[in-house]
């Protein structure tokens, strides 16, 4: 699949607040979730996946949600901290496919 | 474990002028490949992906194409390019898993900015 292009959202918070990137996703048959953490000029790395056999997982600062009824999928830091500062990315992938689908991205600023 | 290589890291390339972009995957056999290129401020296009040795699926039809002669070597070439292909070309790489019928995680490489004048 492809994503589609679009200027990115930003999401603005201060050091130590929790931070909330959402995503919507439109394949109902999807039963695979990333979140991707992108800094500038870097590839995307690795944050933290969820089979939809769950609805919440976390990591290490993370939790991804997962509600399957409306299609979204929700990704929460907790204390964030300038070095989150980054463009993260959700995607999808559905059995039978090698691909995974990605979201528009959403740009994450962390002020001081 | 397992690594992705990609080069040339930086490019500035006349119009009209060739490309080849190489990744190579270490430490895994019978990996996923996949090209994606990233526009400025934008989100990832799947532009190839390859389940085997030879075979490429080719996701948007463009100036660009795809080989994989190895195993665990991925290459984006073109004959002639445009302005239209400068941007951020990221490779990746998945694990086929047994009895996963769909896709895994992809780790990406570092990227290779292309600049097309």
């Known amino acids: 699949g492809e994503s589609v292009g679009l200027h990115l959202p930003t999401l603005s918070v201060q050091e130590g607040d929790n931070s909330i990137i959402n995503c919507a996703y439109s394949?109902?048959?999807?039963?695979?979730f990333i979140w991707y953490k992108q800094e500038s000029g870097k590839g995307p790395q690795f944050i933290i996946d969820?089979?939809?056999?769950?609805d919440k997982r976390q990591g290490q600062r993370v939790t991804v949600l997962l509600n399957k009824t409306v299609k979204h999928l929700s990704l929460q830091i907790a204390a964030t901290q300038p070095g989150d500062s980054a463009v993260y990315f959700c995607?999808?992938?559905?059995?039978?496919?090698?691909?995974?689908?990605f979201g528009k991205g959403t740009m994450l600023l962390v002020s001081p | 474990s397992q690594t992705i290589h990609q080069w040339p890291a930086t490019l500035v390339q006349p119009v009209g002028s060739p490309l080849s972009l190489e990744c190579t995957v270490e430490?895994?056999?019978?990996?996923?490949l996949y090209w994606y290129r990233q526009a400025a401020g934008r989100g990832l296009q799947l532009l190839f992906y390859?389940?085997?040795?030879?075979?490429i699926s080719s996701e948007v039809p463009q100036n660009l194409s795809a080989s994989r002669p190895q195993d665990r070597q991925f290459i984006l070439s073109s004959k002639k390019l445009l302005l239209s292909d400068s941007g951020f070309y990221l490779c990746a790489w998945s694990a086929r898993l047994a009895g996963v019928s769909g896709a895994n995680v992809l780790t990406f490489g570092a990227g290779s900015r292309l600049t097309v004048l």
């Open positions: 430490g895994t056999s019978n990996p996923n």
């Open positions: 995607a999808e992938g559905s059995p039978g496919y090698s691909t995974l689908t």
């Open positions: 969820i089979r939809s056999n769950m």
């Open positions: 390859s389940v085997g040795i030879g075979q």
């Open positions: 394949n109902s048959a999807s039963d695979y």
